[in-house]
């Protein structure tokens, strides 16, 4: 189960990503409402992601901050970038998140670009793949994708391997293959 994250002390940046007007024909004419794709993050290692529906775009965006309040996600890093590639699937879209040197910047596009940087990842590589660009499902696979990264301490811990035993047994692997 997703440990809660306490939104109340920590400072947000909220950054509006996608709005869609969805029109519904009625006898007088045309009623037009919204839903907001808001991104919401600390700026460190917390991001979240809201969608917030309603008849004027500005109460859609006070339901959508709220709403990723709610949904954020521990964002794991390696130095500025992500600890491993990974792939992240929602829906259609699927999105490649790779760890790139640093000084290299956040290269993604519109969604992914927001929650990396909202997520305090600084150097990373991106690449928004499937079958659609859709931006409300390509923020939910990025946000799977980062659910999914481990760090190398995770990973050892979850082999039962401390960090000199996990030295060891890479030079044992090594000596082995040689």
């Known amino acids: 189960m997703p440990r809660r994250i306490e939104t109340e002390a920590v400072e947000f940046q909220e950054r509006v990503v996608a709005i869609n007007r969805?029109?519904?024909?009625?006898?007088?004419?045309?009623?037009?409402r919204f839903a907001v794709l808001v991104v919401v993050g600390d700026g460190i290692s917390q991001v979240g992601t809201g969608i917030g529906k309603a008849k004027e775009i500005a109460e859609a965006v006070r339901k959508g901050i709220e709403k990723a309040k709610k949904n954020m996600v521990d964002v794991r890093h390696a130095d500025n970038t992500i600890p491993h590639p990974v792939v992240g699937e929602f829906g259609a879209a699927r999105v490649l998140l790779?760890?790139?040197?640093?000084?290299?910047?956040?290269?993604a596009g519109g969604v992914v670009r927001a929650i990396m940087e909202l997520g305090g990842v600084k150097d990373v590589v991106t690449k928004v793949t499937g079958r659609t660009s859709n931006a409300i499902n390509v923020a939910h696979a990025t946000l799977e994708a980062i659910k999914i990264t481990r760090t190398e301490a995770e990973i050892m811990k979850l082999r039962g391997l401390a960090g000199d035993e996990a030295a060891e047994e890479a030079a044992d692997d090594t000596a082995a293959g040689e």
């Open 22 to 32: 969805v029109s519904k024909v009625v006898k007088g004419g045309k009623r037009f």
């Open 98 to 107: 790779k760890p790139a040197p640093e000084g290299t910047g956040v290269i």
